[in-house]
């Protein structure tokens, strides 16, 4: 069973930075693609980043600079470090992995989601 767990959300200020973690257990974590999403209140779904082939990043605008998607493939873990956080970061932050290649910033793209947690940046 697949199994994708996040780790590290929590409340801090603006300015301030948090490392998200999620670890992948029940799957062979080679080079799938394996991407961020969150989802504020009332919004949909949104792309945040992705690396696929193990080298090749992906960032919507509005994280780009500030945020830095990495893997550890012998740890099985995914990580997202977010610097210079702002209110709007506030989500509840998922982490995914899909099978096989195909459009990163596409929700349906994959196929295993962890459950989410929140992050919540105060003004």
């Known amino acids: 069973q697949v199994q994708l767990i996040e780790s590290g959300g929590q409340s801090v200020q603006a300015g301030g930075s948090l490392r998200l973690s999620c670890a992948v257990s029940g799957y062979t974590f080679g080079l799938n693609p394996v991407a961020w999403f969150r989802q504020a209140p009332g919004k949909g779904r949104e792309f945040v980043a992705a690396l696929n082939w193990g080298v090749r990043t992906s960032y919507s605008d509005s994280v780009e600079g500030r945020f830095t998607i990495s893997r550890d493939s012998i740890q099985k873990t995914l990580y997202l470090q977010m610097n210079f956080l702002t209110p709007e970061d506030t989500a509840v932050y998922y982490c995914?992995?899909?099978?096989?290649?195909?459009?990163?910033?596409?929700?349906?793209?994959?196929?295993?989601w962890g459950q989410g947690i929140q992050v919540t940046v105060s003004s």
């Open positions: 995914a992995l899909a099978s096989q290649e195909g459009a990163v910033r596409v929700p349906s793209s994959y196929d295993y």
